[in-house]
């Protein structure tokens, strides 16, 4: 069984970077097939997906967060971590790390397994 | 980007109703549609992919349809457990996006 396991402070000063590290197991982050995104939920709000990242390193970031996101990924530890620099109050929020499965005959991605989901809050 | 419509906002139900959840893309999206289902305080949980595909595990009074622009996420006896929001997601293009939510409480 798949389980992303997140770790990271909940807490951040306002200016500061952001990080979160997730931790995968019952699977191979290097399997193909995959892409390894971090998704965010305000409090009481909707779902905004910040980006991913493949086993090979390319990544692709939510154009409204591109200039401050960073997502980065470690094969032999089996894990993947964002970072979002500069933050403000803003950017309070559950962050979720998730497996983005992509089906290649198909082209269908679909989030199928997700991280328990870190409340950080952007405070002095 | 593709902007992702939920209706209702919310709805009120009964255990046994049969539920329906509607959410409409900007723009065709062919079949690249997910729902998703998030309780308090949890992850949200796929339930649906590709707009008619029920995930392994999920159970089989939910249902999908829909093409195009336009999606429904069917509950045919709502449950005590399916009391919840209900999220719709595009996969048709970057940045991935989701409808606002739908809660579904009980009447």
């Known amino acids: 069984q798949v389980q992303l396991q997140q770790s990271g402070p909940g807490l951040v000063k306002p200016s500061q970077t952001l990080s979160l590290t997730c931790t995968v197991s019952g699977d191979s982050i290097n399997t193909g097939g995959y892409y390894w995104s971090w998704i965010r939920q305000h409090p009481g709000k909707g779902l905004e997906w910040i980006g991913y990242i493949s086993h090979s390193g390319s990544t692709y970031y939510n154009p409204s967060l591109k200039s401050r996101v960073t997502i980065s990924i470690d094969t032999s530890k089996n894990q993947f971590s964002l970072k979002l620099n500069s933050v403000t109050a803003a950017d309070t929020a559950v962050y979720y790390c998730v497996r983005d499965n992509w089906v290649g005959t198909t082209n269908w991605y679909y989030f199928d397994y997700w991280g328990q989901g870190t409340l950080v809050t952007v405070s002095s | 980007d593709i902007q992702m419509t939920q209706s209702p906002y919310s709805l009120s139900a009964s255990v046994g109703d049969r539920v329906t959840i509607t959410c409409r893309a900007s723009?065709?999206?062919?079949?690249?549609l997910n729902w998703y289902q998030q309780k308090p305080g949890k992850a949200p949980k796929l339930l649906i992919y590709a707009a008619t595909n029920l995930q392994s595990g999920v159970p089989f009074r939910f249902s999908g349809s829909g093409s195009g622009t336009d999606f429904t996420l069917a509950i045919s006896s709502l449950q005590p457990e399916d009391f919840a929001t209900y999220y719709c997601q595009q996969s048709y293009s970057t940045p991935r996006t989701f409808g606002q939510g739908t809660k579904v409480e009980l009447k």
């Open positions: 723009q065709r999206i062919s079949s690249y």
